[in-house]
């Protein structure tokens, strides 16, 4: 992970990109400490920090030596110039905050998943399609170098024909990420499926191409019965090549220093990708007939590095005037599914197509 010392004010380009954090919890703390403190090139910098809680905003402001506000409106207000926004909000509020900030001109970074309905989605992909502006959404899987190795890997032939994919999102859900009581439970800003489904969707999308049909089911066991930080899901995916996948996810289960969240089986070979939160273990390593043992085909990393990455890549998509690696329709396609396996679940698990849910 980068650790270098802050870019001095006095050092940073005055035509770099000057972004306002808009959400100070959990992961907009993780991005101002892992990114922003740091940045990469003095090619950006945060101008300002917002959140409703003074307490969230003033801690980024006094880390980053920027002014604290409690809402982007107070931020025109106080004549702030800026031009884009980094915004880390609850789920159900990406939506009019994104809209806000494409039409008022300003390129813009929304946190995954990038809505929580279909309708929602459709009009920020609008939003940030009326040109001159950026709009990306910070999803993970498609910056980490062990996602890109095993789709490269994929498409060399290196693993033969592919049978299956598999992925796995397994942890128990705790500390600051239920401090607020949004994220679990069972609201339509809340569970598992909203919360990392988006996720998963995003990298089973990476390995195996489009997903047209999805089918869900929740665990019936006693321990998943209790509150809503404890829920396992299972759903079974249908690519349009015909292909078939497995994603699990489980909040309430043992995490390990670095853990297989994928699994690509092939005809000559299984690809693993290995996904390391504490450390920086994080590859892809494939298997087969004449190294059982596995080799990585990528270098160390830590999932928490894809930060610096996500924000590299729009930063970057802002000063080339190009496409950012997740635009808001690629979002749009992982949420159709997400929505897709909730409707399985209300209909006993039955496959839902992806393309009728987009449609309704």
């Known amino acids: ?32 400490t892992r990114v922003y403190a ?23 402001g006094a880390l980053l030596g920027i002014p604290a506000f409690a809402s982007l409106a107070e931020v025109l207000a106080a004549g702030v110039e800026f031009d884009a926004v980094d915004q880390r909000l609850p789920h159900h509020l990406h939506a009019d905050a994104a809209v806000e900030v494409l039409t008022a001109g300003r390129h813009v ?33 498609p910056h980490l170098s062990a996602v890109k190795a095993a789709r490269h890997a994929i498409a060399a032939g290196q693993a033969g024909a592919i049978r299956a994919l598999r992925t796995t999102r397994a942890y128990t859900l705790g500390g600051v990420w239920v401090r607020d009581g949004w994220r679990a439970g069972t609201g339509p ?8 489904g988006t996720h998963h969707t ?15 089911q929740h665990s019936t066991a006693p321990e998943d019965a209790g509150d809503g930080e404890v829920e396992t899901v299972l759903l079974t995916v249908r690519f349009a090549s ?5 994603s699990v996810y489980s909040w309430g289960a043992a995490a390990l220093v670095d853990e297989a969240e994928a699994t690509v089986f092939g005809s000559k070979a299984r690809i693993d990708v290995r996904v390391s939160y504490e450390a920086d273990l994080g590859h892809a390593h494939c298997f087969d007939a004449q190294t059982p043992q596995g080799t990585a085909i990528s270098p160390p990393e830590n999932y928490y590095d894809s930060h ?45 197509e992806v393309a009728e849910i987009v449609k309704a």
């Not at 090619?43 to 801690?59: G, S």
């Not at 929304?110 to 990306?136: H, Q, Y």
């Not at 809340?190 to 990392?196: F, P, T, V």
């Open 109 to 141: 970074l929304v946190e995954k998943p990038l809505a929580t309905s279909i309708a929602d989605a459709t009009r920020m992909v609008a939003a940030g399609d009326r040109g001159g502006v950026v709009a990306a959404v910070a999803e993970n899987y």
């Open 1 to 32: 992970m980068n650790t270098e010392s802050p870019v001095p004010s006095d050092k940073v380009d005055p035509a770099s990109v000057r972004i306002v954090l808009v959400g100070c919890g959990a992961i907009g703390w993780e991005v101002a």
């Open 308 to 352: 610096r990455l996500m924000i590299d890549d729009w930063v970057a998509a802002i000063t080339e005037q190009r496409q950012p690696l997740v635009t808001f329709a690629d979002a749009a396609a992982d949420l159709a599914v997400v929505l897709a396996a909730a409707t399985s679940l209300r209909h006993g698990g039955d496959f839902v």
């Open 189 to 196: 800003s809340s569970g598992i499926m909203l919360d990392q």
């Open 242 to 246: 015909g292909l078939i996948g497995h």
């Open 38 to 60: 740091h940045p990469t090139g003095g090619r950006y910098r945060l101008v300002a920090a917002v959140d409703p809680y003074a307490d969230r905003a003033d801690a980024v």
């Open 202 to 216: 995003s990298l089973l999308r990476q390995l195996g191409g489009e997903i047209t049909a999805v089918a869900a």
